[in-house]
C-alpha cells in the first residue's frame, strides 16, 4: 500500500501546472474582451457604456434677409396672334403664284391669280343685257307720256334692267375671284399651290400667320384668381433659346373658372418679329408681389414628411424640430413668417437621419443672405 501511495503523488503533481496556465489563459481572453485590464476607459475616465450615441454630421445655414417676390409659374406654347387659311372662292388653273413660304405680305396682297376667260365673257354678257334694257326702258318711259306703252309695260322694265344690273354685278364678283388675295398681314407658313395647278374652290393654298404679336395662354389654378390680373408684367424663357428671357405682359383674363379642371384661362402677349416663333415652348413667371426685407431660409432646410412646414435646428448641439408659418416661396428661398429669427441656423444637408434631440456635429455653415440694406451698401 505505502508503495502505490508514492507512486500516484507524483503523477498528480504534474498535471498541476497544467491546469493553473489554463486558469492564467481564461483570465486573459476575459480581460482581453473587456478591452483591458481598466475595462476600457476613455481619457476622461468614464466607462464606453456611459457615453451617448455618435453626433450625427451635419450642414446648416442661417436664416437672413433678403428681398423676396411672389410670382407664379407656368408653361405654354407660344402662339400667333393671327392665322388664316387662305382658300380660293373660285375654281381654274394657277396662272401665276405671287409669294411663297417666308415671305411677309399685307392684307389685300394678290397672291394667286387663276384662268378667269370664262368669267370675263359672263362679265360681258351681263353688261349687254343691262345695257339692252336701259335703252329699253328710256324709250317706254317716252312712250307712256304718250299713253302708247302701259305703266305696268313701263314698270316690268324697270324691274327687268335691275335684275339685269344685278347679275352684271355678280358676274364682275365673280371676275373678281380670279385673284386670290391675302386675308391678313403676316408671313407664309406654308404654301399649297405650285404654277399649273388646278385651284379648286374652298381649298387652302396658302397659310399665313401674323407674328406681330405672340400669345401663350396659362391654365391657372383658382386659388391665384384675385393674384393675377392684366397688365402685370410677365417673364418669358424657351428651351430654344436657352439664357435669353423675354418681357411680355398679361393681356387678357378669363373671368370663369373652369369646374372640371378648377382653372381659368390668363392670355399673356409677347411682342413677335424677333427670335420668338409660333410653337415655341415657353416658361413663364409672373410676378404680383415683393417683399424688399424678408426674412428667409433655404429651401433645401425644409422637411418633405408630409406634415407641416418645419425644419431641425441647432440648440446646444442638439436637433430641434420647428414648426414655421412660411411666405411666398420666391426660386431657392422660402420667406419664414413666423417660427425663427435672423440668425438661427436651420440644417440643410444630413437632416434625413436627425430625429427630435439628436446629438449633431457642425460641420459646414453656410453664409446668410444678405440683407436688402447691405446689397445696397455693396453697389
Known amino acids: 500500500m505505502h508503495d502505490s501511495t508514492q507512486a500516484a503523488a507524483p503523477r498528480s503533481g504534474r498535471f498541476l501546472p497544467l491546469a493553473r496556465l489554463s486558469l492564467l489563459a481564461l483570465a486573459l481572453a476575459l ?36 428681398s423676396i417676390a411672389a410670382s407664379y409659374m407656368g408653361t405654354a406654347p407660344l402662339e400667333a396672334r393671327g392665322e388664316s387659311q387662305v382658300v380660293a372662292k373660285t375654281s381654274g388653273i394657277a396662272l401665276r403664284v405671287f409669294a411663297d413660304v ?22 360681258a354678257q351681263a353688261d349687254a343685257q343691262v345695257r339692252k334694257l336701259e335703252a329699253n326702258y328710256r324709250r317706254a318711259s317716252q312712250l307712256v307720256e304718250q299713253k302708247m306703252v302701259s305703266v305696268n309695260d313701263v314698270d316690268q322694265l324697270r324691274y327687268d334692267l335691275e335684275n339685269a344690273r344685278a347679275s352684271l354685278r355678280m358676274a364682275r364678283l365673280e371676275l373678281s375671284y380670279g385673284t386670290v388675295t391675302a386675308p391678313i398681314s403676316g408671313v407664309i407658313a406654308a404654301r399649297n399651290i405650285k404654277l399649273g395647278n388646278l385651284v379648286q374652290i374652298n381649298t387652302p393654298i396658302f397659310t399665313i400667320v401674323d407674328t406681330s404679336r405672340l400669345e401663350a395662354t396659362l391654365n391657372a389654378p383658382e386659388r391665384e384668381i384675385e393674384t393675377l390680373k392684366a397688365g402685370q408684367a410677365v417673364q418669358l424663357s424657351v428651351d430654344a433659346l436657352p439664357g435669353k428671357t423675354f418681357d411680355g405682359r398679361i393681356d387678357r383674363v378669363s373671368p370663369v373658372v373652369d369646374s372640371g379642371s378648377g382653372t381659368f384661362r390668363v392670355i399673356c402677349a409677347f411682342e413677335g418679329g424677333g ?56 426660386g431657392e428661398w422660402v420667406e419664414v413668417r413666423d417660427g425663427l429669427k435672423e440668425g438661427d441656423p436651420v440644417v440643410v444637408a444630413g437632416k434625413a437621419a436627425l430625429r427630435e434631440g439628436s446629438a449633431v456635429q457642425v460641420i459646414g455653415a453656410k453664409a446668410a443672405p444678405a440683407s436688402a440694406a447691405a446689397q445696397a451698401a455693396a453697389q
Open 31 to 66: 480581460a482581453a474582451c473587456k478591452g483591458g485590464p481598466e475595462g476600457d476607459k476613455g481619457k476622461d475616465g468614464k466607462d464606453a457604456a456611459d457615453k451617448g450615441p455618435e453626433a450625427v454630421p451635419v450642414e446648416v445655414a442661417k436664416a437672413g434677409r433678403r
Open 102 to 123: 417666308g415671305q411677309q405680305v399685307r392684307a389685300g396682297q394678290p397672291l394667286v391669280q387663276i384662268d378667269r376667260d370664262r368669267a370675263a365673257l359672263q362679265v
Open 275 to 330: 427670335l420668338l416663333q409660333p410653337g415655341m415652348f415657353g416658361r413663364i413667371r409672373i410676378e404680383y408681389d415683393q417683399r424688399a426685407n424678408a426674412l428667409v431660409i433655404p429651401r433645401t432646410a425644409l422637411l418633405e414628411d408630409g406634415n407641416a412646414p418645419a425644419v431641425y435646428t441647432v440648440r446646444a448641439d442638439k436637433a430641434a424640430r420647428t414648426t414655421l408659418k412660411l411666405g411666398y416661396v420666391d
